[in-house]
Structures are given as C-alpha cells and as structure tokens.
C-alpha cells in the first residue's frame, strides 16, 4: 500500500514536534527527507521530491538532475 506524501508528513510533523511550526516537509520515494521553514532552493533537491505544508498544499520538485538538483518547485494544487 503506497501512503500518501500528505499522510507521511503529517504524520512525521506529529511525531517530531512540528505540527503547528509552518514550513514544509519534503518527501522523497516515501520518507521525510527534511523540514524547511518556507519552500526555496529546488536546487538543493532531487527531481521528484514533494513538499507539503501543513495546509495540505504540496509542490513537486521538476526537470534537473542528481548532480544539479531541481530546476523549480511546481504546485500541485491550484493557487
């Protein structure tokens, strides 16, 4: 059963003491790579990588490579 991006960072927010601080936590294949206080620098992350905030809002991390990282942040929701 694949859990949903949404369902892992919140569940990792609860369990960490970040439910209620903002920012997002970025997932990657499954698993919470970090939290960050706001959505910056794709670059810094891997092409596929999702950010969710605590309004259920996420964004995917696009185009780029392993070496270069993602070239933008791309909302997956409607702004």
């Known amino acids: 059963m694949i859990v949903p991006p949404i369902d892992i960072a ?3 927010r609860k369990a960490n003491g970040y439910a209620g601080r903002g920012g997002v936590v970025v ?3 499954g698993e919470v ?7 910056r ?5 891997l092409p596929g990588c999702i950010a969710v905030d ?5 964004w ?3 185009v780029g490579n392993e070496r ?10 409607e702004l």
Do not use: K
């Open 68 to 77: 270069d990282g993602a070239l933008m942040w791309l909302a997956n929701h």
């Open 60 to 62: 995917t991390a696009i």
């Open 41 to 45: 620098n794709p670059e810094h992350w």
């Open 27 to 29: 997932v990657f294949n």
């Open 10 to 12: 919140n569940r990792w």
């Open 54 to 58: 605590e309004q259920g809002h996420t």
């Open 33 to 39: 790579q970090s939290w960050v206080n706001q959505l």
